[in-house]
């Protein structure tokens, strides 16, 4: 059996969602020039969130995208993934602020492969990053704009986000051993 | 990824592979849709076209399925005519393995030959057709073009009408047909039947089958493998078996119409057929195979190499 450690209930993800809305519409002074790409696949229901409370607080709607890295991975033929989830961005991104949303940050690379796809999509003004989970370990020079949860890890440990749009449930969890 | 590197044959794909592939095709299709169509998933791969047989739709679309994947593609044509086949063919293959590449795709007016070479080397093979045998990444855009137009293919009544003599995509769609569990019907005069049909249902004329069909799908026509004729005229062949302005009314609401192309206008398929647009124009599939053929091929692409 693995020891787990719940870092964040259902509760405080709702918060730190709502934390996160409020930074954003305060860094870029209102919600006008934004959109949001959620990563597959937990990103996708973590960018709706935010895009829902933002329609909450401000009354704007705010196009909401989803997209998968698989094809601009640098590991492929290692780490093997078959099945890549839809990429769906309907909008234009020119000179917009994209607003780029994940689960977890870890190594960097999925971030990496994720500036990667969104450049071949268009010029944006800026590209910011919100992270539920910050786990530390990067791998490359990238950081996250909004950060959920710092959660220093080991190497050893597993962080685990399970949302309620994906796993019936909405928790984070720390354990033991991959 | 897929349980084979290979790809040589319809029947012996696995069901899960043919899943694997179908649903990772979703993914390409959007890619195509895109401003920026490449994404850099096989950068530094290699792909070489090696097409002994005249094509153009197969032979483009293995080549823009691999630019867009960002591997590079050579394309190695030649004409059999004045070459002994075997020999030469090792010869060919000798050079370009000498080259270092990653995938092969051929297409060989001689039966088998895909098979003869996977036999020689030690990379990955993708049998783009060769003589009556087998073209099975036709089958599976056919299947792929079926899955988006009907979302299943449980039950599915398909017609396959024509020319079945050497015909490898009949052979091919046949196979993967039904092995996903759609009823196949065969259309054809007698002398273009198959050489083996005894397990078939078989029908000699298209009104039999039109009013009640799902998918018809028309053969083309083989004339460069005729080396005599097999039928009587074409206004024989127009009264049974082509698919005219009239035949195409009588098909059933959320019907289809493929073809494998080239079509022979006025042969399989009317030229008012082929142009017309509105509400029976939705039936007819074939633009619709062309494109989802690049996706398909972008995800055995992607699936072998990847």
Do not use: C, W
């Not at chain 1, 002074?29 to 990563?39: D, M, Q, T």
């Not at chain 2, 399925?65 to 593609?73: F, Y």
């Not at chain 2, 196979?175 to 083996?196: R, S």
């Not at chain 2, 493998?225 to 609401?253: A, H, I, W």
């Amino acid at each position: 059996m693995k020891e787990k450690a719940q870092i964040l209930s259902e509760n405080d993800i709702d918060r730190v969602i709502k934390r996160i809305s409020h930074e954003i519409l305060e860094r870029n002074r209102g919600s006008e020039s934004l959109v949001f790409i959620g990563l597959q696949k937990r990103g996708v229901p973590l960018a709706k969130r935010i895009a829902d409370n933002i329609k909450k607080f401000e009354g704007t709607e705010i196009e909401t995208g989803k997209l998968d890295i698989t094809f601009y991975r640098d590991d492929i033929g290692k780490n093997i993934k078959p099945t890549a989830q839809i990429t769906d961005i309907s909008f234009d991104i020119e000179g917009k602020n994209v607003i780029l949303v994940d689960d977890v940050l870890y190594t960097g690379r999925t971030v990496r492969a994720a500036l990667d796809a969104i450049i071949d999509f268009g010029r944006p003004k800026s590209i910011q990053l919100v992270v539920l989970v910050d786990r530390g370990h990067r791998e490359l020079p990238i950081r996250a704009d909004y950060v959920g949860k710092n959660l220093p890890t080991s190497l050893s440990e597993s962080v685990d986000v399970k949302l309620k749009e994906t796993d019936s449930e909405d928790s984070v969890t720390l354990a033991e051993g991959e | 990824m897929l349980g084979k590197k290979s790809i040589l044959d319809a029947g012996s794909l696995e069901t899960e592979d043919i899943n694997l592939i179908l649903s990772n095709a979703d993914s390409f299709l959007e890619i195509s849709r895109r401003d920026v169509k490449k994404v850099p998933t096989l950068r530094g791969k290699t792909v070489v076209n090696l097409f002994f047989e005249a094509s153009t739709r197969t032979k483009t679309s293995f080549e823009i399925a691999a630019k867009r994947l960002s591997a590079d593609i050579i394309n190695f044509s030649s004409s059999t005519s004045s070459l002994k086949k075997g020999e030469s063919i090792i010869d060919t293959l000798k050079t370009i393995l000498s080259m270092k590449v990653d995938l092969i795709v051929i297409r060989h007016s001689d039966s088998g030959t895909a098979k003869m070479i996977e036999r020689f080397v030690d990379i990955p093979v993708i049998n783009a057709g060769d003589g009556k045998y087998q073209h099975p990444t036709q089958a599976l855009l056919d299947l792929y073009t079926v899955k988006k137009r009907f979302g299943k293919f449980e039950g599915l009544k398909v017609a396959i009408v024509g020319d079945f003599l050497d015909s490898r995509v009949a052979r091919s769609d046949m196979d993967l047909f039904e092995k996903m569990g759609m009823e196949v019907t065969i259309v054809a005069p007698t002398m273009l039947l198959p050489e083996d049909y005894s397990k078939m249902k078989v029908r000699h004329n298209i009104d039999e089958v039109i009013k009640d069909t799902d998918i018809l799908y028309m053969l083309r026509m083989q004339f460069e493998r005729q080396d005599r004729k097999f039928y009587p005229s074409v206004m024989e062949y127009n009264r049974f078996l082509t698919l005219d302005m009239k035949r195409l009314g009588m098909m059933k609401p959320g019907s289809v119409v493929m073809h494998p192309g080239p079509v022979n206008r006025g042969i399989e398929i009317t030229d008012e057929v082929m142009d017309v647009g509105g509400k029976l124009g939705e039936k007819i599939a074939i633009e619709e195979q062309v494109t989802y053929g690049v996706a398909i091929r972008m995800a055995i692409l992607y699936l072998i190499l990847g």
